[in-house]
């Protein structure tokens, strides 16, 4: 009985949404929503809040946050020269728990809301280096450190 309801309903939901799918054209609203633009780090979609460039500097701050349009770095894109040495002070901004992890280095630091902590990283010789936050990673939570 409680099958035989579960494979009527699956069905009448796999009529409603075929129509549907299969009209193209038009207006999609699925795909590009303005207001939340997304950049790829690595394999990952992440939110974008930005490029800054540390170039010559030896300390930098970079926001972890979060609003309503979602979780971030602020910076996304962190610019630097090859090899350079730099501490970061990353400051939580947001309203929940952050995490500033880059593997390669063993960095994984977690703070909380309204705090900061340094950390000290090395830009690569080429390329980048993605940072991400354990937490929000799946949810698009992630930047680079990136070599011009
Ligand atoms: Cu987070």
């Known amino acids: 009985m409680a099958s035989r309801t579960f494979v009527l309903l699956t069905a ?6 075929t129509p549907a799918a299969c009209s193209s054209g038009g207006s999609s609203a699925s795909g590009s929503s303005s207001g939340s633009n997304k950049i790829t780090i690595g394999s990952d979609q992440a939110n974008d809040h930005g490029t ?5 500097t030896s300390t930098f701050t970079i926001g ?19 090899g350079q040495s ?31 902590q340094e950390v000290k990283v090395t830009f690569p ?5 993605e940072y ?17």
């Open 12 to 17: 009448a939901t796999v009529a409603l949404i």
């Open 52 to 56: 800054q460039d540390a170039t010559g």
């Open 86 to 116: 730099i501490t970061l002070d990353i400051k939580n901004d947001g309203s929940v728990q952050h995490n500033f992890s880059i593997t390669s280095m063993n960095v994984n630091i977690t703070i909380q809301p309204g705090a900061s």
């Open 132 to 148: 991400f936050c354990s937490f929000h990673h799946a949810l698009g939570m992630a930047g680079e450190l990136s070599v011009a």
């Open 64 to 82: 972890a946050d979060n609003d309503s349009s979602g979780y971030f770095f602020n910076p996304t894109i962190l610019l630097g020269s090859a």
């Open 125 to 129: 010789q080429t390329g980048t280096v």
